[in-house]
Structures are given as structure tokens and as C-alpha cells.
């Protein structure tokens, strides 16, 4: 197949690199990809968000199959146009991607299909949200309604820091429109997973389950970030939660975005709270032994989750694209091979806040002859004398793979330590959680 894939970040490297991993040979492109990229497809200068260019593109060189990556093209109409121009592609219209595009949507949906999820409300004015803020106790969730790059969510421990987040948003547009709107949502407690679902329009399948680390420091500290790291899959995601976690979460969303005239194709990310301990018997997952409540829905394949998921598949990973994009995926599209990855981001020093770019990287070439690691690009560039630069606050995205969770760990710690740029920082305790668990 002809394919190109939008984006230029470690997800998209990841997904070129599986592309490239099927039996068939792919045509694969990337816009604008990135320095990674370029090992296992070429890269085309149109930038993610320039619709038209893409389209145009599209339209003159005639792919079999576009996968987008990342969500704002998505929310933008990106899969819109290029119907437009007859060209199929993986992720949803403009109307599906608002279930990452706008939080307020996404509860909208969630109540109407019977999805269980933490109590929110809306507020344009600060003086109003402060007031409702006795309502929801301690900690609570401030969201930006819209797109925020993984950083518009404040889990707020005390009253005035859930104060300081609604006057960042509401005051003083610390993410312009994305935060013109906040929801004040109940915090939930538990253990948080990722699921990945592969949507058709009618049908899901589900994708090996991960787990992430949002916050930037060991132990869950410091602020939220776009991803420090993942591993799948994730234990907490036992067998019998999955099937409950398709008919109850995932199929009801497509379902109710059906009845309102939205067909919805590409990848359901469900971000999920699961609590074992404290189990509801009368839950819409009752049956499952724990309650599960949806934190979040994302329109796109999660960063850093593909690259610990995407290696994990076996069998035509264009396939299942290409089937989920025109309405025929089968259940058979997926396989999952038994090892177990995990990803470690490395990032520039002050992610998520400023950062420095341009820092020349060395022991890349570390990694090309190891079949047990894989470094994905998340941030870099080529530079002038051919070498490679950082560009971006997560850089790298370093991915071991075993037979178990610390031999997958312990390959991608060994590989990061070989890489090495000024300033570069990483946590050092991915799957802490799964680990604890014993």
C-alpha cells in the first residue's frame, strides 16, 4: 500500500515503524515526520495542521490509506477533506473528533449513552466555578474544555490551587480558547489505565491495554505532561474487565455518536479509573468486580501508549487500518503477540514547562542492531552536518520488549542510559504501579 502518516511525533514514528514491520511492502510518507522517520519512510514538508496542503497532496499523489496522529488535525476537519478528495483515512471527522476536542462534548456524550464517569459541570465565569468548588472536596479536577497539548488538566489539592487553575483559564487565558470554558470534575480514585480501541462505524476491537505516567517526577509528582512513559500491558486491565469495558464504554459511544448522524472510524482512546477496592455491586461494571469510570476520551492513538502497544501487534497493521477506515474490521485484523514493552520518554530539561532545543544527541546508532529495543523519535531533527538535534520538550521515546514487565524495563533503562544530550531528563520509575502490585 501507498500510505502516508500525519504528525511528527514519536506516535507517528511508531506507527511508520509497524507499518514497516508488516510482511507486505508499503510505499510508506510522513508530513512532516521527523528525524526518526526517515529510517523507515520519507518524509514530506507539509506541516500536520496545513489541511489544504495535505488534501492537495492527497489528491495528486493518490494513497491507498492517510493515518492521522495527532488530534488537532483531526478537530480541524482533516479526514473531512480528504473525503473530499476521495482519499480514505484513518480517524474521525471533524463531528467524532470532538470527543477529544471539547471535554464538555465528551460528558454530553458519555450521559446520554449510560457511560460511567465523574460528576462535572461547566463554567465560562471564575467567580461561579470558585463558588462550586465546596461541591466537588478535595482533590479536584480543572480541565480546560479544549485541545491544551496533554497540559489543560489540574488535579488540584488544595481550594487555592483550584482557585489559581480557574483564573490561569478563565482569567488569565493561559490556553487561549482551549480554556474559555473549565469543567470542575470530581476527582476519582483508583488506578488509571488506557484503553485503545480500533473503530469501524459499527465495530471495536479492542488494543492491548497500557498504562501511562502523566505527571513530569518519580512517584507521580510535579505537573501533568503530555506522557513521561508507558508500559503494556497493564495488570490492573484483567481479562474479565475487557469485554465489560467494550459493550459498557466503548460500543455506547459509538452508538450514541451513531444516533446524532456521526460515523465514527480510527481510534477510541478511553482513559479509565478502575478501583478495585472499593467495587460498586450496583455499577454499570458490576459484573467486572471493580468500578471503571472513564477520565477522558481522546480522538487518536495516546503518546507515549503506541509506542509500547504498536510493538506488541502482530499480523498486517495496514490492514487493520485500512479496514477500520472503510467500514470492515474484523476481530481476526488484530493479533497480539505475547511480549510484554515499555517506554521511557526522555525529555528536555524544563518540559513541560520552557525548554532549550537544538542539543546534539549521541548513542542513537546504540540502538539499530538491538532487536529488543527500539528508539522512536518524539522531537528531533536532522541536523546541518547530518547529525541529529533535539526540537521538542519529549524527545525520544526509548521502548524495551520482553517476555515479561522487568525484562521489558530493564532493556529500555539500559538502552536510555546510552543516549545522552545536555540537559535530558527522564523518570526513572515506569511501571512503579504494576511492579508494587508484585
Given at each position: ?26 510505499e ?18 507539509i ?10 497532496w ?10 492521522v ?7 480541524a ?11 480514505p ?8 473528533a470532538?470527543l ?9 456524550i458519555?450521559?446520554?449513552?449510560g457511560?460511567p ?5 461547566v463554567f ?15 482533590p ?21 490551587d ?7 483559564m ?13 469543567l470542575i470534575?470530581?476527582?476519582l ?8 480501541a ?14 501511562d ?5 518519580d ?9 513521561m512513559g508507558?508500559y ?12 465489560l ?46 468500578t ?5 476520551f481522546?480522538a487518536?492513538?495516546?503518546d ?18 485500512l ?11 488484530i ?47 536532522v ?53 508494587e502490585?508484585g
Amino acid at each position: 500500500m501507498k500510505i502516508l502518516v500525519v504528525g511528527s511525533g514519536g506516535r507517528e514514528h511508531a506507527i511508520a515503524w509497524r507499518l514497516a514491520q508488516d510482511a507486505e511492502e508499503h510505499e510508506i510518507y510522513c508530513a512532516p515526520g521527523n528525524a526518526g522517520t526517515l529510517d523507515v519512510a520519507t518524509n514530506v514538508a507539509i506541516k500536520a495542521d496545513d489541511l489544504e496542503g495535505l488534501a492537495a497532496w492527497a489528491e495528486a499523489e493518490k494513497p491507498d490509506l492517510v493515518v492521522v496522529g495527532p488530534e488537532a488535525p483531526l478537530v480541524a476537519g482533516l479526514v473531512d477533506a480528504l473525503a473530499k478528495v476521495g482519499v480514505p483515512a484513518f480517524g474521525p471527522v471533524a463531528a467524532g473528533a470532538r470527543l477529544e476536542g471539547s471535554k464538555r462534548f465528551a460528558k454530553e456524550i458519555m450521559d446520554a449513552a449510560g457511560v460511567p464517569t465523574g460528576k462535572a459541570e461547566v463554567f465560562t465565569d471564575a467567580a461561579k466555578a470558585k463558588a462550586a468548588l465546596p461541591d466537588y472536596g478535595l482533590p479536584v479536577v480543572i480541565k480546560a474544555d479544549g485541545l491544551a497539548a496533554g497540559k489543560g488538566v489540574i488535579v488540584a489539592e488544595t481550594t487555592a490551587d483550584a482557585e489559581a487553575a480557574i483564573d490561569d483559564m478563565l482569567v488569565g487565558n493561559k490556553f487561549g480558547a482551549a480554556g474559555a470554558e473549565v469543567l470542575i470534575e470530581e476527582f476519582l480514585h483508583g488506578e488509571e489505565c488506557s484503553i485503545l480501541a480500533m473503530v469501524d462505524g459499527e465495530n471495536a476491537v479492542l488494543l492491548p491495554s497500557s498504562q501511562d505516567h502523566k505527571r513530569v517526577f518519580d512517584g507521580d509528582k510535579g505537573p501533568n505532561t503530555g506522557g513521561m512513559g508507558a508500559y503494556s500491558p497493564a495488570p490492573v486491565v484483567t481479562s474479565d474487565k475487557l469485554p465489560l469495558i467494550k459493550e459498557k464504554i466503548i460500543l455506547p459511544v459509538v452508538r450514541e455518536l451513531k444516533k446524532r448522524g456521526i460515523v465514527y472510524r480510527g481510534i477510541l482512546y478511553a482513559g479509565l479509573m478502575v478501583n478495585d477496592e472499593n467495587a460498586n455491586p450496583h455499577g454499570p461494571l458490576a459484573k467486572s468486580g471493580s468500578t471503571v469510570n472513564v477520565v477522558e476520551f481522546n480522538a487518536r492513538f495516546g503518546d507515549p501508549e503506541t509506542e509500547a502497544v504498536l510493538p506488541r501487534l502482530g499480523g498486517s497493521f495496514a490492514t487493520a487500518l485500512l479496514h477500520a477506515a472503510t467500514g470492515c474490521l474484523k476481530n481476526e485484523d488484530i493479533v497480539v503477540k505475547p511480549e510484554t514493552a515499555a517506554t521511557v520518554i526522555v525529555a528536555s530539561g524544563g518540559y513541560p514547562g520552557s525548554y532549550e532545543k537544538g542539543m546534539s544527541i549521541s548513542g542513537l546508532e546504540s540502538s539499530v542492531a538491538s532487536p529488543s529495543t527500539i528508539v522512536f523519535h518524539c522531537g528531533t531533527a536532522v541536523a546541518e552536518d547530518g547529525g541529529v538535534w533535539t526540537s521538542g520538550g519529549r524527545v525520544l521515546s526509548v521502548t524495551g520488549i520482553g517476555a515479561n514487565l522487568r525484562e521489558a524495563v530493564d532493556r529500555a533503562y539500559g538502552q536510555v542510559e546510552k543516549i545522552s544530550f545536555e540537559k535530558m531528563f527522564y523518570r526513572k520509575d515506569i511501571a512503579h504501579r504494576a511492579f508494587e502490585r508484585g
